[in-house]
C-alpha cells in the first residue's frame, strides 16, 4: 500500500491530537493511502524532543522547521503551532511543494491569511483547516439534515462557545492572552470555531456588529515554555493584549440572523462549543460536552407528538462513527482528529482539495476582522470576501 | 378585615391570569388586606362578558373602562389590555386617584411611558408593572442568591426568550403583529422580558446595539376579536408591521456584557424565556419551560466536584413557594400572577411602593427603544434614563 | 345552573389540595354541574378550623364527621383524612346515598376496601379514588398514546417513585410512620401510587415479589397534631412500625415485566414519581418532578433520527391542559386534583361511573398486600381479585 | 525499557477493543513496561486474520490458541473470545505460567469460574478479569467520593443496564442468544456488569430473588459468522435459550436494598449502564450514554442550594482522565479499555494482583447463578461465596 510521510510541526495539545489521529485514522479507517509518521518537530530540548516523539509515534524529531519544510522525503506538512507562527511556515511548505494541513485558525489576520492561500494555489498543492468540530458526528449528521431540508428555511442561528479556563486573575499571561502570539483571544481561539460551524451549517455571513471585552486586563507572567491549561504564573505582571469574550449580532446570506457568543469566563463551561439553528420546518441543537448527542424538533409532525429530541449519533448510518464502535458506544474530542486525517488521505487519494480548505480559512479570518473593525468603530461592517 | 375594591380591565389571557391571582392569593398567603373583585371591563357583547365575569369570579362587568376608572368605590385599577391602550387607562385611572397594576410593556413608546409615569407620580398612587417573571420563585431565588455574593462579580449576561406559536406563515394578522396597536413585535412582548429580568438580576444597561428582523411580512387578515395564540385567518392579507425577531448585544453598568435573543420563530420553543449569568464565583441558569428549577454552578467549591446543579425550588426555604406545596411538588405560570398580587397587597398595606414599578417600566421602555434605533442606525445606543 | 353541596372531610394538606380544586374547577373547566363547597369538617379547635374553612372558601365547618357525613343537604363526601379512617367514613356516607371521592390509598387494609366497595355498590352510589397521577396531562397522554398503538406490545414497566422528607433520623414519628394509622409505609403512600399508574398504563400485574425495608428504626415521638413535611419533634422514641422502602418485581398479564421502587430514602429526589415503559414499537419516560414533560421514543421512525423526544404536553391538543394557558405556559401539581374534579363531576351529570374508582381501589390493595405477603415468605404471590 | 509479550485471542469486538488498549496505553500513559503486540489468535481464514493482524497492529496471527498460548516468548495471555471458550483458554494459559485478562463473564458457570481460578491461582501468575466500566473516569470517581464517605451510610442501590439491539424479531439467533454459547442472555452479558459494579461501589450481596424472560422465543437462524450488532438472518428458525431481560432485587452486607433491571429490549437505550445509588449523606447517578459525566447530590449542603450537580469528569484531578485532553474535551467508550491495560501493566510490574480478579468474577457468577435458581424456584437465593 502507498505511504505518504507526513511531518508535523507542534508538539504540545495539538501535536498530541494530530499525532494520535496519524496513529489511529488506518486502525479504524482502512484505506489505500497510509501515513507514516516520519518527523516531528518542536522547540524543545533534544532529550524532551526525543522522547515525544517516541512516545507520539514518530520516527524523527527535529528543532528546525525550515529544515523539516524542505525535506524532499515529505509529502504533506502539518502545522499545529500557536498562530503567529502559521504563516512563516506554511509560506515556506508550500514553496517546497508540500500539502499542507494547518491548525486553526489560519493565521493571526487576514492579510497573512490571503498570502497563505495565494502560496498554496499558486505551489498547486492541497490544503486544509482544521475545524475539527465540522468532523464531530452528531455536527456532520446536523449537516446532512439541513442538506435534506429537514430545517426548511433557516430563521435564526446561535452559537455560542464557552469556556472558563482562564477565569483565576492569577492565571498567567501565556501567549493565548498576548496579541503579537495569537492575533486576538475568543474571538479566534474559540470565536473562530463559532463562525466556521455557522458557515458551514448556515452559509455565509454578510455582516455583523461584535463586542469584545477584557475581564482581567493584567495578570502574572507566564513561565518560560507554559502552554494553556493549567498553567502556573511566575514573578511579575504583564497586560493582556486580547479579548476574554467576544459577542456579536450577524446578517446570514439566507436572510437568517445571527447571535454568537465567545467567552473564556463562562464559569462551569469547560468545552461548551453549542449552536441551534431554526428553520421553517425544524430546528437542530448541539453541545459538545454532549458531542455524541444531536438535539433534533421536527416541525412536519403531528403537532401532539412534536418535541426535541435526543439523537445518539452513534448509528452505522451516521457519519463517521460506524467505524469505531456499536450502536450507543460513545466516543470522544480526539476523534474528530482522526475523522478530519481520514477526509485528508481520502482527498490527496483522489486528488479533491479538502474541506474546509484555506479559502474557507481566509474567509473565517474576514469575519473576525469584521468583527472587531465593528467593534471599534460601533458600526455593523459588511462582510467582503 | 379591610377589603379592597378592585376593577380589571382586560377579559382575555391577561384577564384571565389576573382574575385568577385575585382569587387565589389569599387562599395561599393570608393577610390583611383581601382583594374584592368588584368589577371586570371588556370590550365583548353583554352575553359574553356576563359569562366571563361570572366564569372568572367577577361581581360585576361593565364595557366602558371611562366609567370603571371613575367609581368612588374602586381603589386598585388594573389595567390588563393590549399594550395601545395602556396610555389613556392609566392617566384617566391615576387622576382618578386609583392605585394601578398595568401590565407589561408599560405602553407602546418611552413618550408614553414618561407621561404615565407623570401621571401616577403626580397623582400619588402606587404603581406596578407586571414583569411577572420576577415572581417565578426560581427566579427570585437567582436573585437572592446573586445579592448575597454567589456568583461575584458578574461577567457575562445572556438572555434569551424564544416562542414560536406565529411561524405558520398563514397565522393571521391578529394586533400582536400590527405596529399601531403592538408598538413592536418579539422586542416589546418577549423582549421586554428578557430585558426587565437582565435589568432585575443584573442591573441597569448602559449601551446596546440590536438587529430586529421580520421574515413573513404579509400575512392573512385575522378574524374580529381575534387573540394571540390559535388564532384563524380571515379573507384578504396585510402587512406584518412589526418585528419577528430582535437579537441585541448590551453592556452594563457593572461592566459585564450581554447578548440577547428575543423570537417568535423559535421552532420548538413554546414559552422558552431563558438566562444564564456567569459571574467570578458562580453561574446561574434558567428555563421558563421548568420554571421549578435553578441550575446553579458554584466556583468556590473544590474543583474535583463542581458542576452545574439542578436545585427544584420547592422548599419552604425559597421564595414564596412555602405558601403552596411540599417540597418537589411543582407550581405553574399562573402562580406568578398570584405571588405578584400578594406582594402589591402588601405594599399597600404596608404603604409602600411596588417593584419593578411604572419607573421600572419607563428604563424597560427606554431600553427597547434604544434598541430599535440602534438597529435603523447601524450603531450602538447610550440609555439615557 | 345545578348546584351540587360538596363536603370535605379532612383539612391538612389533602384538604388544601381538595378546596382548591373545588374552587378552581369551573374557572377552567366550565360545566353544567357547580360544585358549591358547603362544609369542611376536621378535628381541630373551633378557631383553626374556622379560619381554615375561610381560607379555603367553605361556607360552613364542622368537627363531627359522623353528623357531616348525615346532612340531607350534601350530596357528595370528599373523605380526605389519613386512610385509617377512610373505611368508617366511607361506609357511613354510603349508607347515607352520598356520592363519594375517597384520597388514596381506599384503606389499610385488603377487607377493608372490600368492606368499602360493597358498601358502595349496595347503596348504588359513584365512587371515585384519588390516585390523582392519572390526571397529570403527560400521564393521560401517554396512556392515549398507547391506547393509539405508539408504543406496541410492552415488554417492560419501571416504575419508581422515590421521595427523601424523613431521612433525617430525628425526624418524628408522625401517622404515616405507624402501621395503626398508615397501614404501611412507602409501600401504601407512594408505592400505591406507582403501581396505580402501571396498571391504568400497562394493564394487571398477575405476580409479584417484594422487599420492604425500615433504614431508622427508632425515631422521636411526634408533637400533637404534627402532619408529615417539616415535622418538629418531640420527647421520647417510639418504634417506626412501617417501611421505609419498598421493592418489588412483577410479571403483568399483557407478558411483560415490571420493575417497581419506593422509597423514602432517596436523597435528593423530592416527588419523584417515574416510569418507563418499553415496547415493540415505542418507549415512554416520565417524571412527575418535570411533570410538564413526556419523553416518548418511536421506533417506527427513520433508524438515524430516532431518539427520546422531550414533548411539552401543555397544546391544547394535549388532555386538559387546553382550559388552561397557552402552548409552554406550564402547570403545577395542585392542578391535577382540579382535573380530578371536573371527571368527576363530568361522571356525576352523565350518570357514569368515575375512574378509578373502588373497584380499582381494593385492585390495588391486592397489589400491595401480596407485595407484603411476599416479601414476608421470600416467594412470588400470584394476584387475585 | 522492558517489553512484555502479548497474545491476544478473539478478533471481533472485543479483540478490537482490547487492540487498540495496547496500542494507546503508553502514548497517553508512560510507564516501564511497554506492552508488545506479538500475536493474535482467532478462528478465520488466514487471508482476514493477516488483514486484521496488520490493522490492528499486531505482529503476528494464528488460528490455533493452544499453540499460541504455550509460546515461551509469551508472558501475558488476554482471552476475548465469546465465553464459552474462556474455560479451556484460561486452563492452558495458567498451566503455562501466562499472568491472564479475560473478559467478563469469566465463564459459563459458577463451576467453570471456580476451575479457572484455582488454576490460575495454583499457577501464581496474575489474573485480571476486564469489567471495564470500573474504569470509566466517572465510576471511578464515583467510589472515590463513596471511600471518602460522601454519600455516608448507603440505603438504596438502583443499577439498570438497557439496550435494544435485538428488539427486531427478525434480528438472527447470534450465539449471544444460546446458551451453550453465552450461559445466559442479557443477565451475563449486561447484569453482570450491571452486578460488578453494584459490587464495587456497594459491596457484597448477601441475598437475591429474580425473574427471567424470554420476549422473542424463536428467531432466523444466523448466517457463518455473524457477531452481535447489526448481524443478518439465514433460512430457517431456531430457538432462543437464554433470557431477553433479567430484573432482580438484593440485599446488600451493609444492609442497603438492591433493584436491578438488565433488558435487550429497552427500546432507545443503546448502551444504558445506569446505577443510582443513594446514602445517608448523598446520592449519585450514572449513566454510561453520558459517561462523562457523574450526578452528585450532597445532603449536607445548605438546604436551600442543594440538587443534583453534573460533574463533568474531565479534570486533572479525577482519575485516568488527566492523561487525555484538557477539561470539557470528553472521552469515549474504547478508553476504558486503555485505562484497564494502564492498571494491568502497573500491577504486572509492581508485582501487585489487579483489581477485578479471577475472585471477583467468581462472586459475580455467584449472584448470577443465585439470580437463576431464585427465578427458578420463585424464592429469594442466598449468595455463598
Known sequence: MPEINIALIGHQFMGKAHSNAYRQVRRFFPGNLVPRMKVICGKAPEKELSATARQFGWEEFDDEWERVVARKDIQVVDVSTPSFLHHPMVI????????????????????????????????????????????????????????????????????????????????????????????????????????????????????????MTTFITSRPLAGVGSGSWGAKGSKGKGKVTVDDETNFLARFKNGSAGVFESSRFGGGRRNYNTFQVYGSKGSLAFNMERMNELEFYDRTEDQSVQGFKT????????????????????????????????DFLTCLEKGRMPKPNFRDGVKNHVVLDAVERSTRIGRWQKIKI
Chains 1, 2, 3, 4 share one sequence.
Open 311 to 342: 439523537i445518539l449519533v452513534t448509528e452505522a448510518t451516521h457519519p463517521y462513527v460506524g467505524a469505531w464502535w456499536p450502536p450507543g458506544h460513545i466516543i470522544g474530542y480526539e476523534h474528530t482528529f482522526v475523522h478530519a486525517v481520514h
Open 92 to 211: 515556506a511548505a508550500a514553496k517546497a511543494g508540500k500539502h499542507i494541513i494547518c491548525e486553526k485558525p489560519l493565521a493571526n489576520s487576514v492579510r497573512e491569511a490571503r498570502e497563505m492561500l495565494r502560496a498554496v494555489e499558486k505551489a498547486g498543492v492541497l490544503h486544509y483547516v482544521n475545524f475539527n468540530y465540522r468532523r464531530v458526528p452528531a455536527v456532520a449528521f446536523a449537516k446532512r439534515l439541513i442538506e435534506d431540508g429537514r430545517i426548511g428555511d433557516a430563521y435564526h442561528y446561535h452559537g455560542a462557545y464557552l469556556q472558563d479556563w482562564i477565569m483565576d486573575p492569577n492565571f498567567p499571561l501565556v501567549w493565548r492572552l498576548e496579541k503579537k502570539f495569537a492575533g486576538s483571544g475568543a474571538l479566534g481561539d474559540i470565536g473562530a470555531h463559532a463562525t466556521d460551524l455557522a458557515t458551514y451549517l448556515n452559509g455565509d455571513i454578510s455582516e455583523v456588529t461584535g463586542q
